[in-house]
């Protein structure tokens, strides 16, 4: 079996200065884990099983660094199961192969194997599939890490075999208390001011393995005062922030700008929009959803919401990046202080299914045209009143298909513009009663 596979427990390596900080302050005990309360708690999923000694496979979804692999380590360790460890990004039908065979070894001399798979999305179907008989017979106990939602990158039949723990990222508080346990092992405090500790934790981005990463680089400078935040922001990089364009965060931040702007929050608004772009987000692409939320959630409230976002995206294409990107942040000040009204996306979709509905019913007779003998024989236009002849410009004919009844889908706001045009509305239903007993 390669060795690359197996847990070793080396005793004798904590001594070794050369091993990572981040290796040095790997937690020997669950008690030890920092964050992940409501997974590890004593009600908390993994807490009830530990308490229990009975583990189900697993499914550990999360951003990198807060504990994964850590965690599944110390699975392993307390309910005494062989370790083993592979990565589907670097792993093949060989290396399960191999895995499976020493599983099926150990299972035959009585002992379990917690088989942990690092981004297990990473596997296809078939290679998915082939875990099942072994989680079956309880050859292995599978814990598998993924970042990305497992809903849409894992089979059904894994799924169904496996609970799903979310794990999150780790909290200023959760850095703070790492980065604590890291003075105490160094035996030095960070030669930061207290701005610029908080400052080293916000680079962190919710990552331990990175917040460590950084502590390991400033501890090995050679000061003689303490840094600033300005100095610190010199010396390190911001780790990136954590974005797909064509992943789940990528859904995640666009729903909460359209949220936002739909709460009327320009601030929150505007951070969603910039983190979007911060990962590279394409503008065309904020532009066109911005101009969405125009029609959808302001309609008729404020009619000119939809000139402001196409004007800003015409901006956009004649400035380019970086500075229309600004025209757009306009656009997306207006929508969240406009107004909102969703009565015409409604009375859309309400339109929409009675047509559907109704299938192949035809206009009423009277209001179709009459343009050869035969049609005006068979009484097309028949009956027919002419509006701007009507008196105050409305005949209240029914222009629905005769055998439907009448629909009312667009119900507008007492909000913005559309307070106008509930007021016209209203006047219309006055008159078409009016002119039908007549």
């Not at 040095?24 to 590890?40: F, N, T, Y």
């Not at 999923?45 to 110390?74: D, H, N």
């Not at 297990?120 to 179907?125: D, T």
């Not at 609970?163 to 208390?177: A, G, M, N, Y």
């Amino acid at each position: 079996m390669n060795d690359l596979f197996e847990h070793e427990k080396d005793e004798s390596s904590d001594s070794n200065s050369n091993r990572p900080l981040a290796d040095k302050l790997r937690p020997k005990q669950i008690s030890e884990v920092i964050g992940q309360a409501h997974v590890l708690g004593p009600e908390a999923p993994l807490g009830v099983m530990l308490e229990a000694k009975s583990l189900s496979s697993l499914i550990f979804w999360g951003p990198p660094g807060v504990g994964k692999t850590t965690i599944a380590r110390l699975l392993a360790d307390h309910v005494d199961l062989a370790f083993v460890q592979i990565s589907a990004i670097f792993s093949g039908v060989a290396d399960l192969k191999k895995v499976f065979q020493a599983a099926t070894i150990r299972h035959q001399n009585g002992q379990g194997t917690l088989l942990f798979v690092d981004e297990i999305h990473r596997f296809n179907k078939a290679q998915q599939d082939g875990f099942l008989p072994y989680m079956e017979n309880g050859t292995i106990l599978l814990v598998g890490a993924t970042t990305e939602n497992p809903s849409f990158e894992l089979n059904a039949a894994l799924l169904s075999r496996s609970q799903v723990l979310v794990l999150e990222r780790l909290s200023l508080i959760d850095l703070e208390f790492l980065a604590q346990r890291a003075e105490k092992l160094l035996e030095k405090k960070l030669p930061l001011t207290n701005d610029s500790r908080d400052a080293l934790l916000e680079m962190a981005d919710g990552d331990g393995r990175t917040l460590l990463n950084l502590i390991e680089q400033v501890s090995a400078w050679k000061l003689n005062a303490s840094l600033d935040r300005d100095a610190l922001a010199k010396r390190l990089m911001r780790r990136a922030s954590k974005y797909d364009k064509n992943g789940e965060e990528h859904y995640n931040l666009i729903s909460a700008l359209h949220k936002s702007v739909r709460g009327s929050d320009p601030d929150a608004a505007l951070y969603w929009f910039a983190r979007m772009l911060n990962g590279g987000e394409d503008p065309r692409f904020l532009a066109r959803r911005i101009t969405r939320m125009a029609v959808e959630d302001i309609g008729l409230a404020d009619p000119q919401a939809q000139a402001v976002c196409l004007q800003s995206w015409e901006t956009f294409e004649r400035l380019g990046s970086p500075e229309g990107e600004l025209a757009l942040s306009q656009a997306v000040v207006y929508l969240a202080l406009a107004p909102k009204s969703n009565a015409n996306y409604v009375a859309y979709k309400a339109a929409r299914a009675s047509a559907t509905k109704t299938g192949s019913e035809p206009p009423p007779k009277h209001i179709l045209n009459a343009p050869t003998k035969l049609m005006a024989e068979q009484g097309y236009g028949d009956g027919y009143a002419y509006d701007h002849d009507a008196e105050d410009g409305f005949s209240g004919q029914n222009y629905f298909p005769e055998t439907m009844k009448r629909g009312v889908y667009y119900q507008p706001k007492e909000r913005g513009f559309e307070r106008e045009l509930k007021k016209r509305q209203d006047f219309f239903v006055g008159l078409r009663a009016k002119r039908q007993k007549t």
